[in-house]
């Protein structure tokens, strides 16, 4: 069933909004960036997907009028956006450290010197 | 010819790259692959203006040369019409007074670089996401251009909140291109395609709820890169905390980049200016956006954040104008966006000069310096008449036009509130100018120096075009600016040329029209005079001031004599400089409800700022749905 | 659970698994990126397949051992490298006549053989030489962020 997908990817992307907005640790907050991102993820390869179709993957010999596949357009950006993902998490957490080092806290509320 | 676009981008990310390799042990070489790399990507572009801007052809490109087969679009394409290019301009010439800059002003700051990588990476994305013609391409420049400013925030990170402005910045950018990326997606599950100008022909007359859904989406995302306000709060800690020549980077081109991609996607993308509705959302999100940005930077009192601030209300201007969607309306907005790279660019330099000479950036600790920094007064002096929209600078045409714009448009209330932000800009800049230059200077300045030769020389050729964008708007116009706005306009060429010709006839169902750019400028509006007037009377000023018509009475400045002290209430005054905070408190004092007010919504709580951010995405989606048909 | 000297010793499953897998990740993954070009996969999976290496010599041997193996400084330009051979197979296609991304010489070899796809493949060998690098570099920051001060 494809709905099911698109109701995870709307409860994934939801979680994810729901931890950035109400977790005030900045550990807890590049995890609801990646919640957000897998729903995404999710929701891409849903709609490349064509109920019944094989993997995208033919020779030219193989590759007919009425071959049915899945789009595989949405399957090189899902690889794209995942590997965009991965670098997000990444560089957040590299600036977690530095911040937990300099500011001795990982509390979003006490992180503020920046402000007005 | 045709290659010139995508050299122009790779000889960046080559220069990024060739840095890790041969920069990493001597500071020389990385500084002359960035520079070699800036220059021949600015001679590229440059190059591009003949062809483009006045012949007035479109330069397409398929990477790999997969052209579109049965009219399906396959592979990903570039394409520069004259929109791309004037951003593309903007771009060029903003990376390589950026990178001149740089050379002497992170002297004191090791691992130079890995500056200069994070730089030509962000140049390059920015360049890319102009120049493309596909909207996933895009959504990667956007991504890449995100990284690669979030690094160069947290790049002094000994700095007070670099870190944490750079972490700001990630999670909300991040949220951006989410949303973008679902934009994308939604758009891409409607039209199977993802090259811009088959998504315009196909979604033309197509406007399903879903594509509705995508348009919010995409609209929320880029007024997040653009900075627009409610998505704005990591902006100013951004242009704070990075070093200066990044913060020009930032505000020449980073959100010059988010105002391009709005452009493209109301104009061009989704035929959104049709409906009166969207313009009127672009004009309310443009005018809120320079109000708030004006009032909140008459509070600061440091100088970064300040004209942080102001780049916020300028892009304001510049939406306000896109959003009044007849040709001069596109004009004053594409015209503004050239101004503020420059003005704002160059007072960016002057804001990293003074860090530069005295270390700080703090207006309530700096004072008196015009008499020690000769040339970085002059070219301060350049950049807020400039930014003030006094004549005959460039803020004066630009601004003159965004009034003319929406005062035709019926307007009326927006070009008050544009006037108002204008004098509001002055008096901040007034309070500045007092603050850093004029007054009395604090003792431990005595040592300041002037900068060196290699960063005045980018500020003085930024300061000659802001005069020169001033006194000739006429040819500014007929050469870079009309031909870009044509091209906004002029929807049916671009996908022409993409698809193939006929292309567009046959999806639209009607024959291409082209866009009609006539208008006439009302009012005196004649800057040779204004010039004229300007120069008379700066000699007249100077002749009288030689001649002592001023009856100035030269006092001796050394002296003892207690007559000559600062008297304050019966004790003798050490420091009698009237602080950046003084300046205005009368003002500050009858509007302290609303000061307050924001300057706690400002709280430095990164779940506000994200709060924020997909609160008014919501509003977007909404409105879209409830008031376009 | 390992505390003090006993840290410097491992267990033996886990150094003798250790041996066992890295061998069999290195030539996987090096089997994916080359292949890339045929087979599903390609050269990111493969080059973070071969990226998983260090973690395994990490497990087994510990962050002395890593640190003695691997010099960062160098990893990085190679990444560089990968990048810059990329960009190289690209501007080919300029330099043979034609665009950017140009797959030249693409009518050599049978198609399935090795050799069949022009600089098709060696695009794809030089993003999994970038990718093995790259994040072979980040694992090495991130374990050398993460071990205590006494094995530094």
Redo the contacts between chains.
Sequence with gaps: MILINYIACIIL?VLG?YV?????N?LK?IIG?GL??YG?NL??IS?GFNPGGT?P?F??SELKPESFFV?P??QA?T???I??GA??T???L??????KE??GTLD??K?????? | MQHFPILSIVTLFLGAFLTVIFGSKNETVRKFIALIASSISLILVLMLIKPIMIEGNIIQYWLGNWRPIHDWAIGIGLEVDALGLFFGIIAVLTIFLSVVFSFKYTKKDSETDKYYVLFLMLSGAVLGLVFTGDLFNMFVMIEIMTFAAVGLTAFRNYQEGALEAAFKYLVLGSIGSSMVLAGTITIYSQVHTLNMAQISALLFNNLTPAALFAFALLLAGFSLKAFVVPFHPAAPDAYMSAPSSVSMAFSGMVNKAGVYAIIRLVYVLFHAMDFKSIQILLIIIGTITMFIGVTMALAQNDFKRLLAFHSISQIGYVITAVGVSTALGLTAGLYHALNHTLFKGLLFLTAGAIFYATGTTDLNKLGGLAKKMPQTAAIFLIGAFSISGLPPFNGFVSKWLVYQATFEANMAPVTIVALLVSVMTLASFIKVAQSIFFGQMPKEFENVKEVPLSMRIPMWIMAILCVITGILPNVVTKYLVSPAVSAALNMGKYIDLMMGSGYAEKILGKPIEIPNIDFTLAGYWNPVAWLVLFGLLLIAITLVAVAGGFNTVSLPTEVDDPKYDVFFSGEASEHSHVKGNDLFWGLKHDLRHYFGFMHDAHSGIINDYALWAIFTTTIFIVYIFLLVP | MMKGKNRQVKDVIVKTAADFFTPIALVLGFYIILHGHLSPGGGFQGGVLVASAVVLIYLGYGYNEVSKKFNMEIIKKNEALGAILFTVFGLAGIIYGSVFFTNVFANIGNVGDLISSGTIMFMNNSVGYKVLTGVGFLILLMIGLLAPDNEK
């Design positions: 992307i909004f950035i907005l109400t977790k005030k900045i907050i960036m957000i991102d995404i929701l891409i709609i993997a993957i020779t030219f789009d357009v949405p950006l690889l794209t956006s590997v965009i670098c997000v990444a560089m957040a590299s600036l977690v450290i530095k911040i300099k500011y979003a509320d992180v503020r010197r920046l402000n007005g």
